[in-house]
Antibody, heavy 119, light 108 residues
Framework: QVQLQESGPGLVKPSETLSLTCTVS??????????WSWIRQPPGKGLEWIGY???????NYNPSLKSRVTISVDTSKNQFSLKLTSVTAADTAVFYC???????????WGQGTLVTVSS | SYVLTQPPSVSVAPGQTATITCGGN??????VHWYQQKPGQAPVLVVY???DRPSGIPERFSGSNFGSTATLTISRVEAGDEADYYC???????????FGTGTKVTVL
């Protein structure tokens, strides 16, 4: 059973960079056909796909966030990470990491972590 | 970008059937996945590839996808089915992933 766990600061100041890490257990980030993704959900609102990284390092980002997002993978640690630059209060959300399969959707999710952007 | 439209809310009595729709342009040409999200919890995949269920998901959850509308049907609704439900697709024209607007299911 694949398990994912997000970690990182719960409070980020405006204009700074949000950084989160997702640790994968029970499976390998190097497995084929798995795309390691970040999804966010502002309080009281719906889900928004941020982007994914493949074990090779190739990435795919939501165009609405592409200029501010970097997702990377560390196969040696079985982790992948999210960086979102120049954050504002509008970036306050619960951030989820998830495994994506093109044929099965997002089949494994982390529990989510709330990141608040505030001074 | 691709837009998926869901009704904001659906109400259903216990034991009855809940029907949640997801509308999008030529939706039947792609696979639709459905997620259940209970308050304070991460979403859970309940139907993938239009009609398939992951292991552990009750048979009461079923899906269909015809024309421009995909449907998630919950039969014999229980109090524990009260949650937000989201549809999701892969937009092949952009290689991006889109979620629907979400539907809150209330069990009366």
């Amino acid at each position: 059973q694949v398990q994912l766990q997000e970690s990182g600061p719960g409070l980020v100041k405006p204009s700074e960079t949000l950084s989160l890490t997702c640790t994968v257990s029970g499976g390998s980030v190097s497995s084929g056909h798995s795309f390691w993704s970040w999804i966010r959900q502002p309080p009281g609102k719906g889900l928004e796909w941020i982007g994914y990284v493949y074990y090779s390092g190739s990435t795919n980002y939501n165009p609405s966030l592409k200029s501010r997002v970097t997702i990377s993978v560390d196969t040696s640690k079985n982790q992948f990470s999210l960086k979102l630059t120049s954050v504002t209060a509008a970036d306050t959300a619960v951030f989820y990491c998830a495994r994506l399969s093109y044929s099965r959707g997002f089949d494994y999710w982390g529990q989510g972590t709330l990141v608040t952007v505030s001074s | 970008s691709y837009v998926l439209t869901q009704p904001p809310s659906v109400s259903v009595a216990p034991g009855q059937t809940a029907t949640i729709t997801c509308g999008g342009n030529n939706l039947a040409s792609t696979s639709v996945h459905w997620y259940q999200q209970k308050p304070g919890q991460a979403p859970v995949l309940v139907v993938y590839d239009d009609v398939d269920r992951p292991s552990g998901i009750p048979e009461r959850f079923s899906g269909s996808n015809f024309g421009s509308t995909a449907t998630l049907t919950i039969s014999r609704v229980e109090a524990g089915d009260e949650a937000d439900y989201y549809c999701q697709v892969w937009d092949s024209s952009t290689d991006h992933f889109v979620f629907g607007t979400g539907t809150k299911v209330t069990v009366l």
